[in-house]
């Protein structure tokens, strides 16, 4: 799977620059119940990076409008609130017909239980940049069962 979006403060985050590394790319919103699970992110991020691991934050307002603001503000507000190191994309449709195609195809592959549902559903992608796995919302970024998948990936 090959696909890149447009950065958060320009450029473009392109899974092909990215190949041999392990990818974990979630949905975010700044006004979300989920929205501390940033702080995770980064932890894990740092944590994991040298290993090859990078977190891909990809805003979308798609669900309950929880991401008004325009990148300017998006990149400021994790920055500031969370510190955030990670790569992030400009804002994205995540479900629906107008989706970004690597979510289409992560639907397509994994079917309705896998679709997000919500902010900070997490999609993991080997070094292969084939997906392995999701986790749903309420997956945090420290949970098991995550790294556990990550760790997987890595040691391949």
């Known amino acids: 799977m090959s696909y890149s979006f447009p950065g958060l403060a320009g450029g473009t985050v392109s899974f092909e620059e990215l190949r041999g590394q392990v990818l974990l790319v979630v949905n975010t919103a700044s006004k979300c119940g989920f929205t501390p699970q940033y702080e995770g992110l980064e932890k894990l991020y740092q944590a994991k990076h040298g290993q090859g691991l990078v977190v891909i934050g990809v805003p979308c307002d798609d669900f309950g409008g929880q991401e008004p603001g325009d990148e300017a503000e998006i ?70 069962r995550l790294v556990a998948a990550v760790d997987r990936e890595l040691a391949k």
């Not at 994205?92 to 549902?117: E, N, S, T």
Request: proline share 6%.
């Open 75 to 144: 990149g400021s507000f994790c920055q500031v609130n969370y510190g955030v190191t990670f790569p992030m994309t400009a804002k994205q449709h995540v479900v629906g017909g107008r989706a970004h195609p690597f979510y289409a195809d992560a639907a397509r592959r994994f079917g309705w239980l896998g679709k997000p549902k919500w902010n900070f559903h997490k999609y993991l992608v080997g070094r292969d940049g084939e997906l392995v796995e999701y986790f749903i919302s309420t997956t945090a970024p420290d949970n098991h």
